[in-house]
């Protein structure tokens, strides 16, 4: 089993989480395996996806060598019933001290939700591991620039809106990672066609990522 440390190993050096929110659970299985052919090796399953406690347990079984965490965890309750199920790390959309508590008695890593420099501030200084900066692609690279003078040291993942078009530009701009949604999975994912759609963005998003670290 790997420990807080290691966990947090793999997720800044692959970068890539890829969120998983769907509307049926059925289409859970499907999309995880369709991903890990791709090459990601970070999954999230969020809490409003239908059956997401069920859905990490089996993941943890599927795939031993896959970090499987919980996103869109707004409240203790969903925390709890995350690490319950065997989430090896929790992702916020908020910043929330009672949170961060628990994924910090839990000894896993949490990467919290923030969008302002207070916010930031904020889940630093109640434990966060990482900065989940939501809603990034809104607000683009050069409000990542202007963090970076107070935040030179922080590790913050990008997260919302980011799509196989901007990539490159954000990991040119020294992101620490990436969150990707719906630009690699449709919530409304559930036919052939879908899951062959899945596993080549998902190979396209892990090439775009590292030809944007060659470029570094």
């Given at each position: 089993?790997k420990g807080?440390?290691?966990?947090?190993?793999?997720?800044?050096t692959?970068?890539?989480?890829?969120?998983?929110?769907?509307?049926?659970?059925?289409?859970?299985?499907?999309?995880?395996?369709?991903?890990?052919?791709?090459?990601?090796?970070?999954?999230?399953i969020?809490t409003?996806?239908?059956?997401f406690?069920t859905?990490i347990?089996?993941?943890?079984?599927?795939?031993?060598d896959?970090?499987?965490?919980?996103?869109?965890?707004t409240n203790?309750h969903?925390?709890?019933h995350?690490?319950a199920?065997?989430?090896?790390?929790?992702?916020?959309?908020?910043?929330?001290?009672?949170?961060?508590?628990?994924?910090v008695?839990?000894?896993?890593?949490?990467l919290?939700?923030?969008?302002?420099?207070?916010?930031?501030?904020?889940?630093?200084?109640?434990?966060?591991?990482?900065?989940?900066?939501?809603?990034?692609g809104?607000?683009?690279?050069?409000y990542?620039?202007?963090?970076?003078?107070?935040?030179?040291?922080?590790?913050?993942?990008?997260?919302?809106?980011?799509?196989?078009d901007?990539?490159?530009?954000?990991?040119?701009?020294?992101?620490?990672?990436?969150?990707?949604?719906?630009?690699?999975?449709?919530?409304?994912?559930?036919?052939?066609?879908d899951?062959k759609?899945?596993?080549?963005?998902?190979?396209?998003?892990?090439?775009?990522?590292?030809?944007?670290?060659?470029?570094?």
């Amino acid at each position: 089993m790997k420990g807080k440390e290691e966990i947090l190993d793999v997720l800044v050096t692959e970068k890539l989480v890829a969120v998983v929110r769907l509307n049926q659970q059925a289409f859970v299985q499907p999309v995880l395996d369709r991903l890990v052919a791709g090459g990601i090796k970070i999954l999230e399953i969020t809490t409003n996806t239908p059956g997401f406690r069920t859905e990490i347990k089996n993941a943890r079984l599927r795939y031993p060598d896959i970090l499987i965490g919980a996103g869109t965890v707004t409240n203790t309750h969903l925390a709890e019933h995350a690490i319950a199920s065997g989430a090896q790390f929790l992702v916020t959309p908020n910043t929330n001290k009672e949170i961060v508590e628990i994924a910090v008695n839990a000894n896993i890593p949490i990467l919290m939700g923030a969008l302002t420099p207070s916010e930031i501030s904020d889940a630093l200084s109640y434990g966060a591991d990482i900065i989940k900066l939501f809603p990034a692609g809104q607000f683009g690279t050069s409000y990542l620039n202007a963090l970076r003078g107070p935040f030179k040291n922080v590790k913050i993942f990008a997260v919302g809106g980011i799509g196989l078009d901007t990539l490159a530009e954000w990991v040119q701009a020294g992101i620490d990672g990436l969150g990707i949604g719906s630009s690699l999975v449709k919530a409304t994912a559930s036919t052939a066609e879908d899951m062959k759609e899945i596993e080549d963005l998902a190979k396209q998003f892990i090439k775009g990522l590292r030809r944007g670290e060659d470029i570094i």
